[in-house]
């Protein structure tokens, strides 16, 4: 009977997505030309109920953006004119990014009538700057397109993506929280370190606490210890993005803060790292998460 049922319902999904694809081919039986255009979803599901993520890009990895959009149509004999437009959201994206207002798709045949097809033309942005002070943000929207029979979005289909442009540059007023790597260990109180750029090193800067005032006390649960061994450190944004940690020691403990690896995220400027210590007997490292402020 569990082997009925299976079949039953594999039958049944497949007449139903068998009927949706019917559907949507009928709603333009009476005009082969007819149809709607859309972003092309990172899936190949034709349907896209929930928002496409952020188009993310860091200034100086590329020096385009390629955006497909989808026309969704049995037929394209005539050619067709899609506009879009650019909204800034965060920052400006002028002299920043470089595009026109206009994608076409050139005439086509493509199946034959009432054969719902999906032809695609590229939206090509041009990333004009070298460098950025601060992230990016803008969405680019379909607005119209050069027939009537043509619509803009159908249903759920997205006509909207937002593009980030991330800036390489690093936030020095953070908030950090860290925790160790030990069973049943929770975060210690959050901390905000004191960072000074350290002169003539680009993306390297000295911290007064790399994991905290109080990280002593809630590991040891003595507030005497509040602001004692704060892992005071260099740590220094590379140009791949990793992070190096390197511990300020003293003669009398050479390895009480070995340092530690971590990552720089440049979209939400957000500083990992993993830190080695020596202050404990206990060989456990120490998770931080910097977030800016």
């Known amino acids: 009977m569990k082997n009925l049922r299976y079949i039953l319902l594999f039958v049944a999904t497949s007449l139903f997505v068998a009927c949706s694809n019917d559907d949507e081919a009928a709603r333009f039986a009476?005009?082969?030309?007819s149809g709607w255009v859309q972003f092309k979803q990172p899936s190949s599901t034709a349907v896209q109920t929930a928002p496409i993520a952020p188009l993310e890009l860091v200034i100086g990895s590329s020096t385009q953006l390629i955006l497909p959009v989808v026309l969704r149509a049995p037929e394209n004999t005539d050619g067709l004119e899609v506009t879009y437009t650019i909204t800034d959201v965060v920052g400006s994206s002028a002299g920043v990014i470089a595009t026109g207002t206009v994608v076409e798709f050139p005439e086509a045949v493509a199946g034959g009538q009432n054969q719902l097809?999906?032809?695609?033309?590229?939206?090509v942005i041009d990333i004009v700057?070298?460098?950025l002070t601060s992230n990016v943000e803008f969405d680019v929207t379909l607005t119209a397109t050069s027939r009537s029979n043509v619509k803009v979005g159908l249903d759920d289909y997205p006509i909207k993506r937002r593009v980030k442009i991330c800036s390489k540059s690093v936030?020095?007023?953070?908030?950090?929280?860290?925790?160790?790597?030990?069973?049943?260990?929770?975060?210690?109180?959050s901390f905000v370190p004191v960072v000074t750029p350290v002169v003539g090193v680009a993306n390297s800067f000295n911290f007064n606490t790399c994991w905290g005032v109080d990280f002593?006390?809630?590991?040891?649960g003595n507030p005497a210890t509040s602001g004692i061994r704060n892992y005071p450190g260099i740590v220094t944004i590379n140009p791949n993005f990793s992070v190096t940690v390197v511990g300020i020691n003293t003669p009398a403990a050479p390895n009480r803060?070995?340092?530690?690896?971590?990552?720089?995220?440049?979209?939400?400027?957000q500083i990992s790292y993993v830190l080695?210590?020596?202050?404990?007997?206990?060989?456990?490292?120490?998770?931080?998460?910097?977030?800016?402020?």
């Open 30 to 33: 009476n005009d082969s030309q």
């Open 117 to 123: 097809n999906q032809l695609t033309q590229n939206i």
């Open 129 to 131: 700057a070298t460098s």
């Open 171 to 189: 936030s020095t007023n953070l908030t950090g929280v860290s925790i160790a790597s030990l069973a049943g260990a929770t975060p210690a109180p």
């Open 216 to 220: 002593i006390v809630h590991m040891t």
């Open 257 to 269: 803060y070995p340092g530690g690896t971590g990552t720089f995220n440049p979209c939400t400027k």
């Open 276 to 293: 080695n210590q020596g202050v404990f007997t206990n060989p456990f490292t120490v998770s931080v998460v910097l977030t800016p402020n």
